[in-house]
């Protein structure tokens, strides 16, 4: 009897909505739990233990490496590169739930790949989403306003995202991500 395929879970909103504060509040929550899989990011951006959570890799480096075929999907955003490790096919197979935060712009691609894909969309309020940027301290206060006024990305249609306001304590968002992803795991 063959060991039934896992599923990718594509975590996506704008920035600000705490999709990483949220994922690494689930990993520590299911860390127990060995169906779930949590994948760092690799980006062409320097490590900040502060910030989120990825592995850096300078540009040149990620191009060898995305040449290669150690990357299962890669995306620009931000004049960055991302990617997301190979690896994730391995857990895949071996049946586990893959968890990992991407842009929108690469779910339609990912969705065409990994046939047991479910998105998890983040929302919050605009103005949490402002303070949380300002205190990021990546951007000016004129950068963030831009970059909040700026029209997202939808996922594609006929994508039906489970949406979980993090707009509230992040003991609430945790939960409801944490209920999210167990729902997700349960279906396969």
């Known amino acids: 009897m ?3 395929l896992g599923s990718l879970v594509l975590v996506v909103g704008p920035s600000g909505v705490g999709k990483d504060t949220l994922i690494d509040g689930a990993s520590r929550a299911l ?10 990011r690799v980006v062409t951006r ?5 910030l989120d959570e ?13 040449a290669a075929g150690r990357f299962c999907l890669t995306w620009d955003a931000h004049n960055l590169r991302y990617g997301l490790p190979i690896s994730v096919e391995t857990d895949i197979a071996l049946g586990k739930t893959v968890v990992a935060s991407v842009s929108r712009h690469v779910v339609a691609e990912a ?3 990994y046939p047991a894909c479910a998105v998890v969309m983040v929302t919050a309020e605009i103005s949490l989403r402002a303070e949380r940027l300002i205190a990021r301290g990546r951007e000016s206060r004129d950068q963030v306003t831009s970059r909040l006024a700026r029209e997202t990305a939808a996922v594609p249609s006929g994508v039906d995202p489970v949406i979980i ?3 509230g304590s ?14 997700i795991a349960a279906q396969e």
Do not use: C, Q, W, Y
């Open 2 to 4: 063959a060991r039934p």
């Open 54 to 66: 990825h592995d850096p890799l300078p540009p040149e480096d990620f191009a060898r490496a995305e």
């Open 165 to 167: 306001d993090n707009s």
């Open 31 to 40: 860390d127990n739990d060995k169906r779930f899989v949590f994948v760092r």
């Open 170 to 183: 992040l003991a609430i968002g945790v939960t409801a991500f944490v209920m999210a992803l167990r729902a």
């Open 111 to 113: 969705m065409a790949k």
């Open 46 to 50: 320097p490590a900040d233990i502060d």
